[in-house]
């Protein structure tokens, strides 16, 4: 199974953004529109999440957040078929179908994405 990349990226409240991309290992026999489709169902909105509770790295600043303005939630972009294998900001050792378990996990642990400062994985 080739690895795939998990993007997303942050946007702060004067529209600055910053993407990223999680490199996995392989799909974990999963097909990348069955995963897809799982990861939209459980995020808010489609697209929303918070990555300290399922253990990937937050895009927020620590030097300009502003909890005026800021939130805690990133944005889910997509999927892809990783072109090398060193494709991705940061590399994780779960496969895809792991990483989806973890995200649908921490939804209902959640009970939505609600902010929580304490990571759940």
Do not use: C
Not at 72 to 90: M, V
């Amino acid at each position: 199974m080739p690895p795939v990349t998990f993007l997303y990226m942050y946007r702060d409240g004067e529209n600055f953004k910053q993407s990223y991309s999680l490199l996995l290992p392989d799909t974990g026999n999963i097909t990348l529109q069955e995963a897809d489709q799982r990861i939209q169902s459980a995020l808010l909105a489609n697209t929303e999440f918070i990555p300290e509770h399922i253990g990937i790295t937050s895009l927020t600043p620590d030097d300009d957040f502003d909890p005026d303005i800021d939130g805690p939630w990133h944005e889910y972009l997509g999927l892809e078929i990783a072109a090398t294998p060193t494709d991705g900001s940061e590399s994780d050792t779960r496969n895809l179908l792991q990483l989806v378990e973890d995200i649908e996990q921490a939804d209902r642990a959640t009970g939505g994405w609600e902010h929580d400062p304490t990571p759940q994985l």
